[in-house]
Structures are given as C-alpha cells and as structure tokens.
C-alpha cells in the first residue's frame, strides 16, 4: 500500500474524482476497497458534486483482488455491501476511466459503475479462472448482461485479456479515446456530459442480451464439451460456467448468491493454491537476490540470431513478435534462405489458423532481416547464437563474435546443455557471456533459461533476465552444469520412462499415465515429436563423460532401426502418413520383450501411481542436487521451468509444489526403498533426505549460493 491514502476524493467543479493509488497495479488490497465506498459515500453526500470519475494512478486502473489475501482468513464484506453494491445503490453516475489494466475485481468495478471509457491500449479481463478461482465481485452477472453470455462465458473461461478496441465492439466499453488523449481530462468532461442522463444505466437492470441463452438451449453443453481437454482435472472452469448460467435463469440478486456458493468452492482448492503458487513462483523466478545493488539491465533494442535453423528461426521470431527488429545469418546464404522461408510458413500458418492478421504477419517479417555475414550484426544489442548443437561447431563462432560484436553487445547462446565457460572462454569478453536456452518451438515455449557463466558479469546477468520478460518469456535462472536445470533435472525422468519399459511397461501404458495426470502430451509421443535420434546424441554424450551412465539399450536399439519417431513414421509409435496420431506398435512390444529377455530383467505388473511416481520422483531426487549444489535459486524455479519447459499441468503447481502435496518423508521413503532395489540411480540426494528430517516443504529448501 502507498503512503499516502490508497483511495483520495478531489473535485474539478461539479465533478468528484475518485484516485485508487495502490502500487504497482492497484490491486483491491486490504483498505482499498474500504477507501472507495468512503470515497464514492462522500461524493453521494457532497451536493456539489453532480457525477464522479473513478480512475487508477500510476499505470493502471485496477488489477483485480489482491491475490496474496486469498487462502488466508479473510474478511469478506456481506453482499449488499461490497464496492460493486454501493455503486448499484448510487444517485450520480459514476464513470470509469481505464488504463493499463482493467482486469478481475477492477473490471467489475467497472462493470458497476453506470459508464466505461478507456484508452486505446488499455486491456479488460476477468482472468480469475487462470488461479483457480472466478469472478466473484458480479462479473459472471454483470459481464453477460453487457455483452450476452456467449461473449461472457468465452472471456471468464479463456480468462483472456481484451484488448480496449474489442471490449467497445463487445459493449463493455462506452468509448474508447483517441491516441494520446489525456484520460483524466477526458473523463471528466464525459461525466459532465452525463451528468444529468437518467435513469443511470445500471448494468444490473439490462437483460435483454441475456435472451441469446434462450434462443441457444446448447450453449453452455457446448462450452463444456469445448474445454472438456484443456480443463481436465480442474473445477474453476466448470463453476464459472454454472456462475455465467445462473445470470441467465436467476434474478441477480439471487446470481449474486449463487456466484458466491460457486467462489466458495474453489479459493482454497488444490487447483486454486497451486494457481496462485505458480502465478507468484513465475514472478519470483526473474529476480536475481544475489544481484548487487544499482546493477541496471542494458536495454536491447534490436538483436542478431546466428543459425537460421528451426531453433535460430523460432527465436528470431520471438525478437520480432515483440517489436524488436533482428539480423539473422547462416553459414551459407542458401541455409539462410530455408530459415527465412521457415519463418515465412510458421507465420503463414499463424494467420490461416486466424491466431495472426495478415497485417501483423508483414510487420513482423518486416522486422526480420538475412545478412550474410559477421559484419552486418555487429551492431546489435545482443547476438544469440543457435547453430548446431556441437562444441567444434560453436566455438568459432564465439570467436568470430568476439571479433564483430561492438563493445557492450550480449553475446548469448541457445545451447541447451553444453558448457557456458567453454564457449566465453572462445571470447575477451567473457563477461558479456551468458546461456539463454529457449525450449523448441521458441516462438511458442514460454521458459527462457538464463545460465550463468562462471565471469557472466552481474550486468549481463540482469540484462538476460530482462530481455526474456521483454520478448514475453518466463526466464528463470541456472547455474552452468550439463543440462543446465531444466533438462538436467528433466534427464532421471527420461531415463525411468524408458527402464519402466524393460520391466513389463509399455510406451502406451506410460503415456496415458501422464495424460491422465495432466501432461497434454505423453512423454513417449513427445519423444517422437521431438526426435529419438537428438536423446540419442545426448546419451552418447553422457555416456563418454560418466563410465557409469545407465544405457538405455530399447531406446538405443530403435535408433539403431532409423526410428526416429514422427520424421521417420515411427519410434515409440507407428504414424499413418501424413497423420501425426500415434499409434501402438507390436514391433515395439516386441523388440521390448526380446530387449528386456536378453537383458534378463524380471517382468512386473505396475499401477498407475507406481509409474508416476518413477518418473517423477527421479526428477524430485535430481532437482534436490540441483539445489544443494547451488545450481538453482530456488525449488520454485525449478517447477516454474517444469510448466513452461515440459507442459507439468499447472493446476498442479509444479514438480516440487506437486511433491509437497506428498511430502518429503513419503518422497525420501520411497526413494529409499528403490535405492535398496534398483542400486546407485536411486541413492537419495542429500538435501532431500535432510529435508524429509527436518520435516521441511521442499518450497523452503534453502539451496547452497548460485555459483
Ligand atoms: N494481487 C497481488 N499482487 C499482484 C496482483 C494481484 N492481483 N497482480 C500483480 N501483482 C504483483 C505481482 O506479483 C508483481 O509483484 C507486481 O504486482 C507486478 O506484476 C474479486 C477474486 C496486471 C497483467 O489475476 O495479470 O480479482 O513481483 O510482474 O507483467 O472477482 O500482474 O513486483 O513483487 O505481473 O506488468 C484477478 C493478476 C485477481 C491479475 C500486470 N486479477 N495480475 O503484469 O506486472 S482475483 C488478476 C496480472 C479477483 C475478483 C477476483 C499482471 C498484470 P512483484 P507483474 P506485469
């Protein structure tokens, strides 16, 4: 909360001004919404005041309820008596100037308020279901009454932000102010203008949108049949479908109580805690608490990709999705023009799929230029490197970088697992050396793994974590060891998987387990997407630094066959052409059963959980390395890379917040038990068995200093 008051009253004649201050979004935290009743009370009682403006300070109107109060006792206003109450109960109009954010309670502030106008990139939403929870100050109410309930019903379950321009055309929106008009000024004048219209237009009292529900008996059927995939396991979407429902069939007063039976059920469920858990996880992961004081990131306003292949492509994009105008080169300029032509045909496919305008595709290929040589970037602000993922490949690269790249300029790679010293050692200028591993496909993937190098200065540190918020990624940070944190800690998993299989599994059996779980994919589909030949290179590698690395001889075997999985039409899977469905395969079975004969391994029956647990209970163990060697800040940005980098189901917090749920004990137990059966794969990591002594969440772990 601000010094000053959160909420103040001025006046600009007849008019009252009410200002929510509330830094840095003016979330409705305790006092604030207090503040507003006092505000909008005094304006009711001061007969000088005609109408009254509400607007936010700072960069936004309001961003909703203050997500840090829920799960705690809170005190709830009755109905009757909230912000959105008091402004129903109003004599003066009360007119709603957004900015920035207008999203959850503050949209609903709006919504009872009696007029809504915005500028043009401000953005409205009730994202409530993204934690777990709904509308639960009359959105669900009010928002189909503005703009009918199939609208409605899209925008509370999507939680989707929209944009001013669209929120007019819906009819949430009254106005949406020209470029560059001065909002509060503007607002003002609106009021005067309205200050005598009667009777207030109360979204309460429209309903005659609400009759596209009874002319589309199916709509709500079908929304669920819609989410029916993507909502698996979870609650929230399904009770903000019965809230929306109830707008239509009930009075509102009585959809009022019915939105608040449909709230109680879900603020301190599993999917809402671990909501909430991930949302803060996501913003704590970018902030770096060994980072010295005063340390400034450099701005980066236009970059280069070296490598114009599909990882070099996808993240030339991602620079050009936000704006930021990137040089790309190749090897050779016939390499470099099959990039471009990549980058051409995603974007194609983007706008057929109408997810992207054509106007928008140009600018952004407009953004995007081939050079052919070192001395076309070398005034870049940052240079990523992705060309092939082999150390005799790279190095002359840093070289030539370090040769090209104007003094200050990032010099980044996307390596994914190869040591970050070696390459800044290719340089003078280690210190502007870092890793930033984006996850295939880059223009999609949110994680943006940052890895420090052993002379990564803590400038060029904060920079990489700055630019990957400022290209719409989650960057979270690792320290420099062999698959960094993600696919290091992601590594015991996929070797599990696959020694599940040489004891009586199936790749089939595995992957429902998963999907089940959450996972949209499983993870031996997602081997054949990705391509079992790249794991192969990786475990060669493995395999010749650590004699005692555990080979995995059905994987290695299917390799061997040229199946590659997907590209090849089949790995784990059999593919028909052209049909990317997986498809069990008895030549797999049976080169599982011949493998698992040679290898003399006993067969076993196994139950859902057990395979489960195998998998992830492997990754638990080496996240717990991860963090006693001082390769992660925290567990948190451990499952902050395990939702964004491997598609973990988010209702259930992540890797280490879903092993809360279990607890350290039961994990370490178990650990134990097959460190007894399965040998050295399984010794337990000492931070976890300290951790399952002390009783200590693994959410608490306090890992040894980043190094
Ligand atoms: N409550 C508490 N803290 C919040 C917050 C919130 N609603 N929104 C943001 N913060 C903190 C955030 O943790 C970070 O803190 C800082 O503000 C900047 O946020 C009754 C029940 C508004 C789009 O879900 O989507 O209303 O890290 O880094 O990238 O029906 O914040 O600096 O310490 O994200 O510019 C519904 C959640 C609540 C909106 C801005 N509202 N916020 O993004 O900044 S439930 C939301 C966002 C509700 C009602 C129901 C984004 C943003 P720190 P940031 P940003």
């Not at 009819?171 to 000024?185: K, S, T, Y």
């Not at 207030?200 to 709509?219: F, G, I, N, S």
């Not at 040489?502 to 031996?524: I, N, S, T």
Request: net charge neutral; glycine share 10%.
């Amino acid at each position: 909360m601000s010094e000053a008051q959160p909420v103040r009253l001025d006046t600009e004649g007849e008019i009252g001004v009410i200002t929510v201050n509330n830094p840095p979004v003016n979330a409705l935290s305790p006092g604030v919404p207090e503040g507003i009743v006092a505000a909008l009370r005094a304006a009711e009682a001061n007969p000088a005041i005609r109408a009254v403006v509400l607007i936010g300070a700072g960069r936004s109107f309001i961003a909703g309820a203050d997500i840090r109060q829920f799960g705690k006792n809170r005190v709830r206003p009755p109905l009757g008596q909230r912000v959105y109450d008091v402004l129903d109960a109003g004599t003066k109009p009360v007119v709603a100037a957004i900015h920035g954010y207008a999203l959850g309670g503050g949209l609903e502030v709006a919504m009872a308020c009696h007029y809504r106008i915005a500028v043009p990139t401000a953005k409205v939403g009730l994202p409530e279901v993204l934690i777990g929870i709904l509308p639960g100050g009359g959105g669900t109410q009010r928002l189909p009454r503005l703009i009918g309930p199939k609208a409605a019903v899209d925008m509370i379950v999507t939680g989707r932000h929209v944009p001013a321009p669209e929120a007019a055309a819906l009819g949430i929106l009254d106005e949406v102010l020209p470029e560059g008009a001065d909002l509060r000024a503007a607002a003002i004048a609106y009021a005067r203008r309205v200050a005598a219209a009667r009777p207030l237009p109360r979204v309460r009292d429209r309903t005659e949108k609400l009759a596209e529900a009874k002319a589309d008996p199916a709509l709500f059927d079908d929304v669920r049949k819609s989410i029916a995939r993507r909502a698996r396991n979870q609650k929230a979407p399904y009770n903000c479908i019965l809230a929306v429902e109830a707008a239509c069939t009930l009075p509102i007063d009585d959809g009022f109580k019915r939105e608040q039976e449909l709230f109680a059920e879900l603020e301190n469920s599993d999917e809402a805690r671990a909501l909430r858990y991930a949302f803060f996880a996501e913003r704590e992961a970018a902030k770096l608490p060994d980072l010295p004081p005063g340390v400034a990131p450099r701005d980066v306003r236009s970059a280069a990709v070296v490598g114009a292949g599909t990882m070099g492509g996808g993240i030339a994009m991602s620079f050009a999705d936000c704006g930021i105008p990137v040089k790309i080169m190749d090897s050779t300029p016939e390499a470099a023009a099959r990039g471009i032509e990549r980058i051409m045909a995603n974007y194609a496919t983007s706008v057929r799929r109408g997810s992207l305008t054509e106007d928008e595709m140009k600018r952004r290929l407009s953004r995007i230029e081939v050079v052919g040589d070192y001395a076309d970037i070398a005034d870049a602000d940052v240079v990523i490197e992705a060309v092939f993922e082999e150390m005799d490949v790279k190095k002359p690269v840093f070289r030539a970088l370090d040769r090209a790249m104007k003094p200050g300029a990032l010099i980044f790679s996307n390596t994914s697992a190869l040591d970050i010293d070696a390459l800044a050692a290719e340089t003078s200028r280690p210190g502007d050396v870092a890793g930033t591993h984006f996850f295939s496909p880059a223009n999609v993937m949110k994680l943006f793994e940052v890895v420090r190098g052993a002379k990564s200065s803590p400038e060029t540190l904060a920079s990489a974590m700055a630019l990957g918020r400022k290209i719409g990624k989650i960057p979270a940070m690792a320290g420099n060891t062999d698959g960094f944190v993600a696919n290091r800690s992601r590594a015991p998993f996929n070797s599990e998987m696959v020694i599940l299989l040489e004891e009586g599994c199936l790749p089939e059996q595995v992957d429902k387990v998963m999907v089940d779980f959450g996972y949209p994919m499983g993870p031996f589909a997602v081997g054949d997407l990705a391509g079992l030949d790249i794991g192969a290179a990786g475990r060669r590698r493995r395999a010749a630094a650590n004699p005692n690395y555990r080979k995995l001889p059905i994987a290695d075997r299917l390799v061997e066959m040229g199946r590659y999985g997907q590209k090849t039409g089949a790995g784990w899977y059999r593919y028909e052409k052209g049909d990317r469905t997986p498809h069990p395969d008895p030549e797999v079975a049976r080169i599982i059963r011949e493998t698992a004969a040679a290898m003399g391994v006993a067969q076993k029956t196994f139950t859902d959980q057990e395979i489960l647990r195998r998998l992830l209970f492997s990754s638990v163990n080496e996240a717990c390395r991860i963090l006693e060697e001082g390769k992660a800040y925290r567990a948190s940005d451990i499952d902050v890379m395990w939702l964004h980098g491997f598609g973990f189901p988010r209702y259930r917090g992540g890797l280490m917040f879903w092993a809360d749920q279990i607890g350290a004990r039961a994990v370490y137990d178990q650990i134990a038990a097959w460190h007894q059966a399965y040998g050295e794969r399984w010794t337990p990591a000492r931070l976890l068995r300290d951790l399952a002594e002390s009783g200590t969440p693994f959410r608490e772990a306090k890992p040894a200093p980043m190094t």
